[in-house]
């Protein structure tokens, strides 16, 4: 059951894998090959460092992307077709969406595996100054966490029934346009703004997106 | 004789206007049910309620002496599913979608599969968006019957279909069915086609079960009578009166009945009028007249 | 002598014990340089008016007074900076204490909507009209340490390389001093790491000048440090440099001694900057007056001085509080922050495991 999940999933998602999977291991790649040209200009440690910072936000974007495509390659076809198929299914409904959400996480570690092996690759070959070391599997592993969470959160929505989804809008919708008003009306209670910050902030999903991202480091 | 399906009030409602109402459905083990009824009738909706794809409002349904939607994953693994629309995914080439629907079931008869599908002439590798109507609605009768259940439902499998496809499909399910003594529901209003294979017809309309019998009872039982002299008020009848229209004198007027039997002539007599002649009416005929006479306002 | 010059005398000689009284004092001795100060400030107030009155003739100028600052500037600038020289001076209060040189003499920010201003006795900053209250209090902060930082004398400023930075976040200053520490090419840093605390003020260039480049550096950190910023195309490499890239270590000590003062200390502006923050946050009250007290007396003392700490005490503090500063994690994401993660993934899961078998017909 899960090997053809796995493959259904897979085949679906194929190109987009594959294209996903060169650009883990090209963003470190290319960071250190910057960072590189920073160190050879005669700069010490601290404009090192802030060139490999400077690629750090497109892990975060990449592990977004991953955990998007994985999650609508995962109910796509179910949604096109009403979920007929699936109900239709003798498996229950809960194991069913375990089934289809380990399946597209299986999807997600080539990716994690190509972002370790660019940082593996990336780290042997460029001169790092002394003091600072190479973390590719540090980095790796903040990488595949952060796109399961992602993963995770579009999956969840993506899960969910119409009805669900229209509830789901309607209330950030709501909170929108509470926000607005509130501004509008110059009551100071930004609840809205604090309550995105706090996603992004410990204990939320999303801290992990945030921070900095080095391959090289201290 | 024990029942493959059984509903006892079954209710459910979908938007202000359209509801199934106080369903009792008794698909008795090993027949093959027709499941009749006009567009709109509420036929996919019954099929999708005893699948357990939809919440009923209220009532109980038994599937293989499984309760939905409590077993519905023991329900399943019995039941070949056939829709009115193809739902596998259209991505997949026939070999993998035998693959993956076979994953699913533990009677999946993979070798039987593959002679199905030699036998409906489907190209393994071919994609299933590719496919022909035809070739589509014979491969989710393979998918179906490859599960080897014990009940297969059959929501408008012709539908659409040449006439050519349609005996292949027809005569694939039956063959199954007398090997298997599995039970079959089928849904359709192609009335002429279930008349040839079923042996127990239920009809729908606006969302009532209007009547449930076995097909040569249905057939044999719905005549057209002439009628001579009848007085406008007839009182309890031997029958079940369909339909009364006036005549033209001559030719008196004309009864639609059902449960009509010979010697139900004594009755006409008794009330002063005659029966001069009584009319076989073929399935479609008695479908039609028993739709009218469900939908005529109650006195 | 006459009552006057008595009095005269006596305030001179407060105010002159000022500069020098320690920073703990009895309530009637706060008093007195309280008075002292008062005096002095009149003073500065009555040279501000003079200038004022000289140029008020050929120009609408006015003049911001707030604490220990003047600020002499055209009317309508003077009106946009009043805000900011409040809030300067605050801060400098705060940080710095009242009693600090300001007050010696006066000091003149000029401000101008883009024509220069120059007077004579004062000290003498530009700035442009800006737009945003936070920016002018910036730049007026800026032109206020920048004046402070003169009158550390020229020893000081040749060291620090870059201004006093009190009002600056002297975490991030410890920050990159960890940075800098961990990864410059200098024996005297790695040596500092170990714990070697005459190597720490080695590696910020303090102590004796003596054999300084055989203090910083090994041949092979020199190797490093001097092809920095050569490999200049079509430019070709010189001579004792090739010979020092070759393996020549004599080529290499000779090369560096040779660039002089362009030889500079393995460790960086911010770092150095963080040992004065640091000596003036531990020096606490009267902290700025005592490290500006002697600008002819060797770095270490008046550092020490500032601190109220023996040298040796504020190169340790200094260097615990450097390593103390290293990065939270090397890729940012702590080992709470990854378990809390994985838990949302557990979380979210189970919301999606619930999608609901009721569609729609």
Redesign the interface.
Same mark, same amino acid.
């Given at each position: 059951m899960f090997r053809q999940m796995l493959y259904t999933q897979l085949k679906w998602s194929l190109i987009a894998l594959a294209a996903l999977v060169v650009a883990g291991f090209a963003i470190p790649v290319l960071s250190v090959q910057q960072a590189g040209a920073v160190a050879s200009a005669g700069s010490n440690a601290g404009p090192l460092l802030v060139a490999v910072q400077s690629w750090g936000v497109a892990y975060p974007v990449l592990a977004g992307v991953v955990g998007l495509i994985a999650a609508l390659t995962a109910w796509t076809h179910d949604h096109r077709g009403n979920h007929v198929y699936a109900l239709s299914l003798p498996v229950a409904r809960w194991r069913y969406a375990l089934l289809r959400f380990v399946a597209g996480a299986s999807l997600v570690i080539p990716v994690a595996v190509a972002v370790w092996i660019g940082g593996l690759a990336a780290g042997s070959a460029s001169t790092i100054p002394s003091g600072l070391h190479a973390y590719p599997t540090a980095l790796a592993l903040r990488f595949v966490l952060t796109t399961l969470v992602a993963y995770a959160a579009f999956f969840a929505i993506a899960s969910g029934t119409s009805r669900t989804a229209a509830w789901v809008l309607g209330v950030i919708g709501a909170a929108v346009v509470i926000q607005v008003v509130l501004s509008a009306a110059g009551v100071h209670a930004p609840f809205l703004p604090d309550a995105v910050g706090r996603l992004y902030t410990w204990p939320g999903p999303f801290q992990l997106f945030t921070g900095r991202w080095m391959l090289i480091n201290v | 004789m024990s029942n493959a399906i059984e509903t006892h009030g079954l209710r459910y409602r979908a938007g202000k206007t359209f509801e199934i109402r106080d369903l009792a459905l008794n698909v008795p083990t090993g027949s093959v049910y027709g499941f009749l009824g006009p567009n709109g009738s509420g036929k996919t909706t019954t099929i999708r309620l005893l699948l357990g794809m939809l919440r009923r409002v209220s009532g109980t349904i038994r599937v293989l002496d499984g309760s939905v939607p409590r077993d519905i994953v023991h329900v399943l693994a019995r039941v070949g599913y056939v829709p009115e629309r193809p739902h596998l995914y259209p991505s997949l080439t026939v070999a993998e979608a035998l693959r993956f629907h076979g994953a699913f079931f533990s009677r999946w008869d993979g070798h039987w599969a593959d002679e199905l599908r030699s036998g409906f002439g489907l190209d393994q590798d071919a994609k299933l968006s590719r496919l022909s109507k035809g070739e589509m609605g014979k491969l989710l009768v393979l998918v179906a019957l490859a599960q080897r259940p014990d009940l297969l439902i059959l929501d408008e499998p012709t539908d659409g279909l040449d006439p050519v496809v349609r005996r292949d499909v027809l005569a694939a399910v039956l063959e199954y069915v007398s090997r298997a003594r599995a039970t079959v529901f089928i849904s359709s209003h192609l009335v002429h086609e279930l008349e040839r294979i079923c042996d127990w017809v239920g009809v729908m309309d606006r969302g009532q079960l209007v009547a449930e019998l076995p097909m040569q009872t249905f057939k044999n039982g719905i005549k057209r009578l002439r009628v001579r002299n009848a007085p406008a008020d007839v009182g309890e009848t031997p029958f079940v009166v369909l339909a009364r229209e006036p005549g033209n004198g001559i030719a008196g007027e004309s009864w639609v009945v059902r449960g009509w039997d010979a010697s139900m002539h004594q009755y006409f007599t008794a009330i002063g009028a005659a029966v001069h002649a009584v009319d076989d009416l073929d399935l479609e005929d008695g479908f039609v007249e028993l739709l009218r006479a469900s939908r005529a306002p109650t006195a | 002598m006459s009552s006057a010059r008595v009095a005269v005398t006596v305030a001179l000689g407060l105010a002159l014990v000022s500069h020098t009284a320690p920073a703990q004092q009895s309530a009637a001795e706060r008093a007195a340089r309280v008075h002292a100060l008062q005096v002095v400030a009149a003073r500065a107030d009555s040279v501000a008016r003079l200038v004022d009155s000289v140029l008020r003739a050929r120009r609408a100028l006015d003049t911001v007074r707030s604490g220990p600052l003047r600020v002499i500037a055209d009317t309508a600038v003077a009106r946009k900076i009043r805000p900011a020289v409040q809030e300067v001076s605050r801060i400098v209060a705060t940080r710095l204490g009242p009693d600090t040189t300001l007050l010696t003499s006066p000091l003149a920010v000029v401000a101008t909507d883009g024509q220069p201003l120059a007077i004579a006795g004062a000290e003498v900053g530009r700035i442009d009209t800006l737009e945003h209250q936070d920016e002018t209090e910036n730049r007026v902060l800026y032109l206020v340490r920048s004046a402070l930082f003169r009158r550390a004398g020229s020893a000081f400023r040749a060291w620090s390389g870059g201004s006093l930075g009190f009002a600056t976040d002297g975490a991030h200053l410890t920050r990159?001093a960890?940075? /800098?520490l961990? %990864?410059? +090419?200098s024996r005297a840093a790695r040596l500092c790491r170990a714990g070697d605390l005459a190597s720490c003020a080695a590696a910020l260039g303090l102590g004796p000048d003596s054999n300084r480049v055989t203090r910083w550096y090994s041949a092979d950190d020199l190797r490093t440090v001097l092809?920095?910023? &050569? /490999?200049i195309p079509g430019r070709p490499m010189s001579r004792a440099l090739a010979q020092c890239e070759a393996g020549a270590d004599a080529q290499c000590f000779a090369l560096a001694a040779s660039r002089g003062p362009g030889l500079r200390a393995p460790l960086?502006a911010s770092a150095r900057s963080s040992l004065v923050v640091l000596a003036l946050n531990r020096g606490g009250r009267g902290a700025f007056n005592r490290l500006v007290a002697d600008s002819t007396a060797p770095l270490t003392a008046r550092l020490a001085s500032t601190a109220g700490m023996p040298f040796p005490e504020l190169m340790g503090l200094w260097r615990s509080r450097v390593l103390a500063a !290293? +990065?939270p994690? &090397? &890729? #940012? !994401?702590t080992t #709470?922050?990854?378990w %809390?993660? !994985?838990g =949302?993934?557990v979380? *979210? *899961?189970a *919301?999606?495991?619930? @999608? @609901? $078998? =009721?569609? $729609? @017909?």
């Open positions: - | - | 990159i960890y940075i /800098d961990v %990864t410059a +090419p092809g920095r910023g &050569t /490999d960086g !290293a +990065p994690g &090397t &890729t #940012g !994401a #709470g922050a990854q %809390t993660a !994985a =949302w993934v979380v *979210l *899961l *919301l999606g495991m619930r @999608s @609901s $078998r =009721w569609r $729609r @017909s």
